[in-house]
């Protein structure tokens, strides 16, 4: 929908834009462009990007790096993980990925295709849920992914909901960008579109319930769409789309081989909105303005806090809190009224906040423009490799990250950070080694044996105290400490250790020096898994 006036903040405010938070405002754009390159610009790539000058540029990454959303990796500016909690913020608030993902996974169980949920951004559409297949040619759409509506089978359903000024907007952005050049997401038209086609395909949508996509983003990629319908209003809260390729099905077969199908599985998410218990609000998060605080006091001049400030606005929504007031901002974030409206107002300029006629305020799907479509495709071998060098830096000593083979009795290194040392050990990637011989095995052994087993009693001191310590057991001289991984339900799904030279380090300090640190690395990494899993999938290898 389109953004409303700042009056609902005050009935004689100004325009969002003449009270626009500058800092805030450009630090978006920064976010913003950084999303668009897939992740990482150097800081010249970014003044270029952005026309900011350098030391414009110098203080919103340094500021960003405080807040662990973007990390300084030598001359590059690089996305992490933690800035996925703006994204998550505006998932959570808006409930659909997590009462009809499991829905949609089922799906493409069954159908052996991608299936994705999407919901309407202006005149696009914006995916909030794959299920994608895992072919050697599958579907590259991630969540948070902005597509034309004209190009896609969800587009045609949302627009059957436009009004007149909605169909102003696309017909102004279509005269504007006739190739689609600033949909980073969809290759470009090689001609522009016949903006007759379009509507008719409106149409057609609005009689028969259901679209099709017959190859508009890219040759051979076909799709089918169903709404699904908000059980309180009948409007469209999301569309769920199945996606093939032309060597599978055809556009004209769709409605034959697949319709029926989703149409079921469509019919199971009404139900499941109709039938979900209200949400309970969680606890907002508390005076994150005192940290902002303090980090300005830290840091001086290189820190612009008022981007922090405006950006811990986003996370006082979230689910049960996905209609607030001004007041409940300023309280959930600790932030002064008066700067907790002009951070909303800002937000709303930007396009990342709706006003409602009740005075309260919502997060768009454009939130998802911060960062999170490139990182919604990580990994966990990923993610934890800066972690990793870093932590082989601190203590000189090469570090690992492995998991367990599916029959349990090797571990396989999935990634590695060396020490510059003439004696090391070197860590290969895809590497196996006996599972019971490591400390990483005897980790991994201990944390995913169910509870109620027996465990040997190495392994069940390894789970008591929560590390494994092996003392030459592998080769002479070779001595290693690891410590488990776990995943937002506590599960156990890699571990991480530090291995060594008996000459270098005695077993008092592997225990009192090494896994101190390793413990710390670990839950560095945890941290971010859990954000970044918390809408998506983070393959563990």
Same mark, same amino acid.
């Given at each position: 929908?389109?953004?409303?006036?700042?009056?609902?903040?005050?009935?004689?405010?100004?325009?969002?834009?003449?009270?626009?938070?500058?800092?805030?405002?450009?630090?978006?754009?920064?976010?913003?462009?950084?999303?668009?390159?897939?992740?990482?610009?150097?800081?010249?790539?970014?003044?270029?990007?952005?026309?900011?000058?350098?030391?414009?540029?110098?203080?919103?990454?340094?500021?960003?790096?405080?807040?662990?959303?973007?990390?300084?990796?030598?001359?590059?500016?690089?996305?992490?993980?933690?800035?996925?909690?703006?994204?998550?913020?505006?998932?959570?608030?808006?409930?659909?990925?997590?009462?009809?993902?499991?829905?949609?996974?089922?799906?493409?169980?069954?159908?052996?295709?991608?299936?994705?949920?999407?919901?309407?951004?202006?005149?696009?559409?914006?995916?909030?849920?794959?299920?994608?297949?895992?072919?050697?040619?599958?579907?590259?759409?991630?969540?948070?992914?902005?597509?034309?509506?004209?190009?896609?089978?969800?587009?045609?359903?949302?627009?059957?909901?436009?009004?007149?000024?909605?169909?102003?907007?696309?017909?102004?952005?279509?005269?504007?960008?006739?190739?689609?050049?600033?949909?980073?997401?969809?290759?470009?038209?090689?001609?522009?579109?016949?903006?007759?086609?379009?509507?008719?395909?409106?149409?057609?949508?609005?009689?028969?319930?259901?679209?099709?996509?017959?190859?508009?983003?890219?040759?051979?990629?076909?799709?089918?769409?169903?709404?699904?319908?908000?059980?309180?209003?009948?409007?469209?809260?999301?569309?769920?789309?199945?996606?093939?390729?032309?060597?599978?099905?055809?556009?004209?077969?769709?409605?034959?081989?697949?319709?029926?199908?989703?149409?079921?599985?469509?019919?199971?998410?009404?139900?499941?909105?109709?039938?979900?218990?209200?949400?309970?609000?969680?606890?907002?998060?508390?005076?994150?303005?005192?940290?902002?605080?303090?980090?300005?006091?830290?840091?001086?001049?290189?820190?612009?806090?008022?981007?922090?400030?405006?950006?811990?606005?986003?996370?006082?929504?979230?689910?049960?809190?996905?209609?607030?007031?001004?007041?409940?901002?300023?309280?959930?974030?600790?932030?002064?009224?008066?700067?907790?409206?002009?951070?909303?107002?800002?937000?709303?300029?930007?396009?990342?906040?709706?006003?409602?006629?009740?005075?309260?305020? /919502?997060?768009?799907? %454009? *939130? #998802?423009?911060? @960062?999170?479509?490139?990182?919604?495709?990580?990994? $966990? &071998?990923? =993610? +934890? !490799?800066?972690?990793?060098?870093?932590?082989?830096?601190?203590?000189?000593?090469?570090?690992?990250?492995?998991?367990?083979?599916?029959?349990?009795?090797?571990?396989?290194?999935?990634?590695?950070?060396?020490?510059?040392?003439?004696?090391?050990?070197?860590?290969?990637?895809?590497?196996?080694?006996?599972?019971?011989? /490591?400390?990483?095995? %005897? *980790? #991994?052994?201990? @944390?995913?044996?169910?509870?109620?087993?027996?465990? $040997? &009693?190495? =392994? +069940? !001191?390894?789970?008591?105290?929560?590390?494994?310590?092996?003392?030459?057991?592998?080769?002479?001289?070779?001595?290693?400490?690891?410590?488990?991984?776990?995943?937002?339900?506590?599960?156990?799904?890699?571990?991480?250790?530090?291995?060594?030279?008996?000459?270098?380090?005695?077993?008092?300090?592997?225990?009192?020096?090494?896994?101190?640190?390793?413990?710390?690395?670990?839950?560095?990494?945890?941290?971010?898994?859990?954000?970044?899993?918390?809408?998506?999938?983070?393959?563990?290898?």
């Amino acid at each position: 929908m389109p953004a409303k006036s700042a009056t609902a903040l005050d009935a004689d405010a100004p325009a969002a834009a003449g009270e626009a938070v500058g800092p805030l405002v450009r630090g978006v754009g920064v976010l913003r462009r950084l999303t668009e390159a897939g992740g990482t610009l150097s800081p010249s790539a970014l003044e270029r990007a952005t026309g900011l000058a350098r030391s414009t540029v110098d203080r919103i990454t340094a500021t960003l790096a405080r807040m662990d959303y973007v990390r300084l990796d030598g001359r590059d500016v690089v996305l992490a993980p933690r800035v996925m909690e703006l994204g998550n913020a505006y998932l959570a608030a808006l409930r659909l990925p997590a009462l009809l993902g499991a829905h949609a996974d089922a799906l493409a169980d069954e159908l052996d295709e991608s299936v994705s949920l999407a919901v309407a951004d202006l005149d696009g559409i914006r995916f909030i849920h794959q299920a994608t297949r895992r072919r050697a040619m599958s579907v590259s759409f991630r969540i948070g992914d902005l597509l034309p509506a004209e190009r896609t089978a969800p587009g045609p359903l949302f627009a059957t909901q436009w009004t007149e000024p909605d169909w102003t907007r696309w017909r102004a952005r279509r005269a504007a960008d006739p190739t689609d050049a600033t949909f980073p997401a969809v290759p470009s038209r090689q001609l522009p579109a016949d903006d007759t086609a379009f509507p008719a395909r409106v149409e057609r949508a609005r009689r028969d319930g259901w679209a099709v996509d017959d190859q508009l983003i890219e040759p051979g990629l076909v799709a089918v769409s169903v709404p699904v319908r908000h059980p309180g209003t009948g409007r469209v809260a999301c569309v769920a789309s199945v996606v093939s390729h032309t060597s599978r099905h055809s556009a004209t077969d769709l409605h034959t081989t697949l319709l029926p199908r989703l149409r079921t599985a469509v019919a199971a998410m009404e139900s499941e909105l109709r039938t979900a218990a209200p949400p309970e609000p969680g606890p907002p998060p508390a005076d994150l303005a005192t940290w902002t605080t303090a980090s300005k006091h830290q840091l001086g001049r290189d820190f612009v806090e008022s981007l922090a400030r405006g950006l811990t606005v986003p996370a006082a929504f979230g689910e049960g809190r996905s209609a607030l007031s001004l007041s409940e901002v300023a309280r959930a974030t600790g932030l002064a009224r008066a700067t907790a409206r002009r951070a909303l107002l800002t937000h709303e300029h930007l396009g990342l906040v709706s006003a409602r006629p009740d005075r309260t305020f /919502t997060l768009t799907p %454009r *939130v #998802l423009d911060l @960062g999170f479509p490139p990182l919604s495709r990580t990994t $966990l &071998p990923r =993610l +934890a !490799e800066p972690h990793l060098r870093a932590l082989a830096d601190r203590l000189h000593e090469p570090a690992a990250l492995a998991v367990l083979t599916s029959d349990g009795t090797e571990i396989q290194y999935t990634a590695g950070a060396g020490a510059s040392r003439v004696l090391t050990v070197h860590i290969t990637v895809g590497a196996r080694l006996p599972a019971a011989a /490591t400390s990483l095995g %005897r *980790v #991994l052994l201990a @944390g995913t044996a169910s509870p109620e087993g027996a465990l $040997l &009693p190495p =392994l +069940a !001191e390894v789970r008591a105290q929560g590390y494994a310590l092996v003392d030459e057991e592998l080769e002479s001289g070779l001595r290693s400490v690891a410590v488990p991984l776990r995943d937002r339900s506590g599960r156990v799904v890699a571990a991480l250790n530090i291995a060594t030279h008996a000459a270098r380090r005695t077993l008092e300090d592997c225990v009192h020096e090494v896994l101190p640190a390793l413990r710390t690395t670990a839950a560095r990494i945890e941290s971010e898994l859990h954000t970044a899993s918390r809408f998506t999938h983070i393959p563990t290898s």
